[in-house]
């Protein structure tokens, strides 16, 4: 719950490879939170092989973004399946202009408006190295860093046991193509939101440095099932 009533409808957004995936499960971790990974989703469609898989392989390879018809419904579904009185975040949509304005008609039309959008703000000299040390395991979307969070056994996944990949966009050349999209298609959105007075910047080199203070944000906004997990020893 944000301020002891509505709940969180929180946007992270940030450049490829700032850590969105990372806060997201960070976020997870210590607060009741549904999540919704737009790259993640994409990524799971190609695993199997479903009509929007086959659609978004190319784009994705390539860098290029996934046209936003494709994505505005795909969030749309993942969102109805959450109740409107349990709390979400949105990584890595909207990233347009276009996919912005058709959530917010989505859900301005049930009357829940986001109420919070952080932005990770990281240099970019950090992050090219970041994304090429980076591993994911594509069924749940958990990522690791070799350098700054590696998986307990070598090439695989913590819970699962199961294999890590690396991603075939995270290489020098599609992370160009992938950041002037970003800079051209999506900073856009953080004077839409700035303007509505929802935009939160958060700065630092690395997730280590970022979560805690996402961490004391949300506390301040979200506390009735943050001490409830502590005091229920999740946390
Ligand atoms: P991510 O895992 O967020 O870095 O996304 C990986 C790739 O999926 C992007 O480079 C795009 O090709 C595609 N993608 C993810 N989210 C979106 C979106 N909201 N709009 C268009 N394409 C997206």
């Known amino acids: 719950m944000v301020d002891g009533h509505a709940p969180l409808r929180l946007l992270l957004i940030g450049s490829p490879g700032a850590g969105?995936?990372?806060?997201?499960?960070r976020i997870q971790d210590s607060f009741d939170v549904n999540s919704i990974s737009s790259g993640d989703l994409l990524r799971r469609n190609i695993a199997l092989g479903t009509d929007i898989?086959?659609?978004?392989?190319?784009?994705?390879?390539?860098?290029a973004l996934v046209s936003d018809k494709v994505m505005v419904k795909l969030i749309d579904q993942e969102l109805n399946k959450i109740g409107s009185q349990q709390s979400w975040l949105l990584d890595g949509f909207p990233r347009t202009m276009t996919q912005a304005q058709a959530l917010d008609h989505t859900l301005e039309s049930s009357n829940q408006p986001l109420n919070l959008v952080i932005h990770l703000n990281v240099p970019e000299n950090v992050i090219l190295q970041r994304i090429m040390d980076r591993w994911?395991?594509?069924?749940?979307?958990?990522?690791?860093?070799m350098t700054y969070n590696p998986p307990k056994r070598a090439g695989l996944d913590d819970v699962t046991g199961e294999p890590l990949e690396r991603r075939p966009d995270d290489n020098p050349e599609t992370f160009k193509i992938r950041l002037q999209k970003h800079h051209e298609l999506t900073e856009p959105l953080l004077d839409y939101y700035?303007?509505?007075n929802i935009l939160v910047s958060l700065a630092g080199n690395t997730s280590d440095e970022?979560?805690?203070?996402?961490?004391?944000?949300?506390?301040?906004?979200?506390?009735?099932?943050e001490e409830e997990k502590v005091e229920a020893g999740v946390v």
Do not use: C, D, W
Not at 20 to 25: A, E, I, L, R, V
Not at 210 to 225: A, G, H, T
């Open 136 to 145: 994911v395991h594509i069924p749940s979307g958990r990522v690791y860093n």
């Open 210 to 225: 970022i979560y805690p203070q996402i961490r004391q944000l949300l506390q301040s906004r979200f506390k009735p099932e």
């Open 194 to 196: 700035k303007q509505r």
């Open 20 to 25: 969105k995936g990372t806060q997201s499960s």
């Open 53 to 63: 898989g086959v659609q978004a392989a190319k784009e994705m390879k390539n860098g």
